[in-house]
Every structure is written in structure tokens, then in C-alpha cells.
């Protein structure tokens, strides 16, 4: 499986602003996938990261509050933009590189507070 | 009614218990079913797949009811590293083309 790395781990931000957040493959991988997991709640898809093209954006989210990069197969950026404190959540960036892609693999995850 | 639904616990039983959870899910389509372990602070990773006639690993059994809609796993012997979250996962089809549901987890408690 590839390993997927996350920056930042963690941030604490002020309400208004905006974070983005990395996610490196160290490997080519054609899906990467952003989820966002609240205390308590299961993980929810954000997006599909597409290269060359437009995120495919899952229902509740949009491109404007989280504008998504993919510029290569190895790299994907996800911002939260102009954050509110209901935005505090775990960040996770995800793979599936396995075996028949069935395995869902994942970052160490970016925990965002809002103050 | 939610996709995927597991009583989120905890489940609190001590070391060389067995215990179960089940996980239900609405969509009668669906095709592939996963357990997935996530500790506490970690990333959700991948305990087993769930096959059809069932399927074992060690001290950890997975089963399918399709006709009643829900996937269980069975945890025989547990140990103290056995503590945390377990996501059942379901997706319409195998492959990468389909997205993955995941529910919100059970959590399990393994204590001396």
C-alpha cells in the first residue's frame, strides 16, 4: 500500500479565515479521496480529487467552501475556507491502491479547530 | 433512515470475552462489505472484508445477512489491544469506482 502523509497534523484557527491542507502519496495513485470525520460521527466523503480535471464533489459540500487541487498523481490539496467552528473536524485524505482498489487506505488525518 | 448503522456503544467487557456487533444497511444493492479498526487518534484502518459464506481470521469472524440486511463481527478471546472503534463499511459494488459508506463506528472496551 502507499503511504500517505498529511500537513498539518493539527491547526487552531481563527473563524474567517481559511486552511489549507496537504496530502503526499509516495506513490502514483489515480483515486484520492477527502473525508472529513466529526466527534462522534462517522467519516463523510468530502470529494474524489481528480488529476487533470475538477473534484467530483459529494452532496452538502461545494468547490467554493472547499477547494480541492489535484496537480499530479501523487499530491492533492484541500482547503476549508472562510471556517466557522462547525468546520472543527478531522481532516482525512484516502487512496485505494489496493488489491482490486477495495482497500480504503488513509492519512494520519489533520485535526482543525475554529475558534 | 441512515445508510449504514451501528449502535456506537461502548461495549465494555473484560479480557477473554467474546463479543459481537452488528451493522445494518439500507441499501439492498449493495455488494462489498468491510470492517474497518480505528484507535483512538489514528486513521481508520482495514480489519477484513466480509464475504458472502462468511469468513474468519483468527479470533475475528465476519458474517452477511443479506436477506436480513446486516454484517456482524464476532470477536473471540479479547485482548486489551482489541480496544477501539470498529467501522462497518459498504459499498455498491468491488472495485475503486464505487464510494465507500462508512457508519460512525462501535466502540469496544477491553478491560482487565
Known amino acids: 500500500s502507499a503511504v500517505i502523509s498529511q500537513k498539518p497534523s493539527r491547526d487552531i484557527c481563527q473563524r474567517g479565515t481559511s486552511l489549507t491542507i496537504q496530502c503526499q502519496v509516495d506513490?502514483?495513485?489515480?483515486?484520492m479521496f477527502w473525508y472529513r470525520q466529526q466527534p462522534g460521527q462517522s467519516l463523510t466523503l468530502i470529494a474524489t480529487a481528480n488529476q487533470g480535471s475538477e473534484a467530483t464533489y459529494e452532496s452538502g459540500f461545494v468547490i467554493d467552501k472547499f477547494p480541492i487541487s489535484r496537480p499530479n498523481l501523487t499530491f492533492s490539496t484541500l482547503t476549508v475556507s472562510n471556517m466557522s467552528p462547525e468546520d472543527s473536524s478531522i481532516y482525512l485524505c484516502?487512496?485505494?491502491?489496493?488489491?482490486?482498489?477495495?482497500?480504503?487506505?488513509f492519512g494520519p488525518g489533520t485535526r482543525l479547530t475554529v475558534l | 433512515r441512515k445508510e449504514v448503522e451501528q449502535d456506537p456503544g461502548p461495549f465494555n467487557v473484560p479480557e477473554g470475552a467474546t463479543v459481537a456487533f452488528n451493522c445494518t444497511y439500507s441499501?439492498?444493492?449493495?455488494?462489498?462489505f468491510f470492517w474497518y479498526r480505528q484507535d483512538c487518534r489514528k486513521e481508520p484502518k482495514l480489519l477484513m472484508s466480509?464475504?458472502?459464506s462468511g469468513n474468519e481470521d483468527g479470533r475475528f469472524t465476519a458474517q452477511l445477512n443479506r436477506a436480513s440486511q446486516y454484517i456482524s463481527l464476532l470477536i473471540r478471546d479479547s485482548k486489551l489491544s482489541d480496544s477501539a472503534t470498529y467501522l462497518c463499511v459498504v459499498k455498491l459494488g468491488g472495485g475503486g469506482s464505487y464510494i465507500p459508506t462508512f457508519g460512525r463506528g462501535t466502540s469496544l472496551i477491553v478491560h482487565p
Open positions: 441499501n439492498s444493492a449493495s455488494q462489498s
Open positions: 466480509v464475504y458472502s
Open positions: 506513490s502514483q495513485v489515480t483515486m
Open positions: 484516502s487512496e485505494t491502491s489496493g488489491s482490486n482498489y477495495n482497500e480504503q487506505f
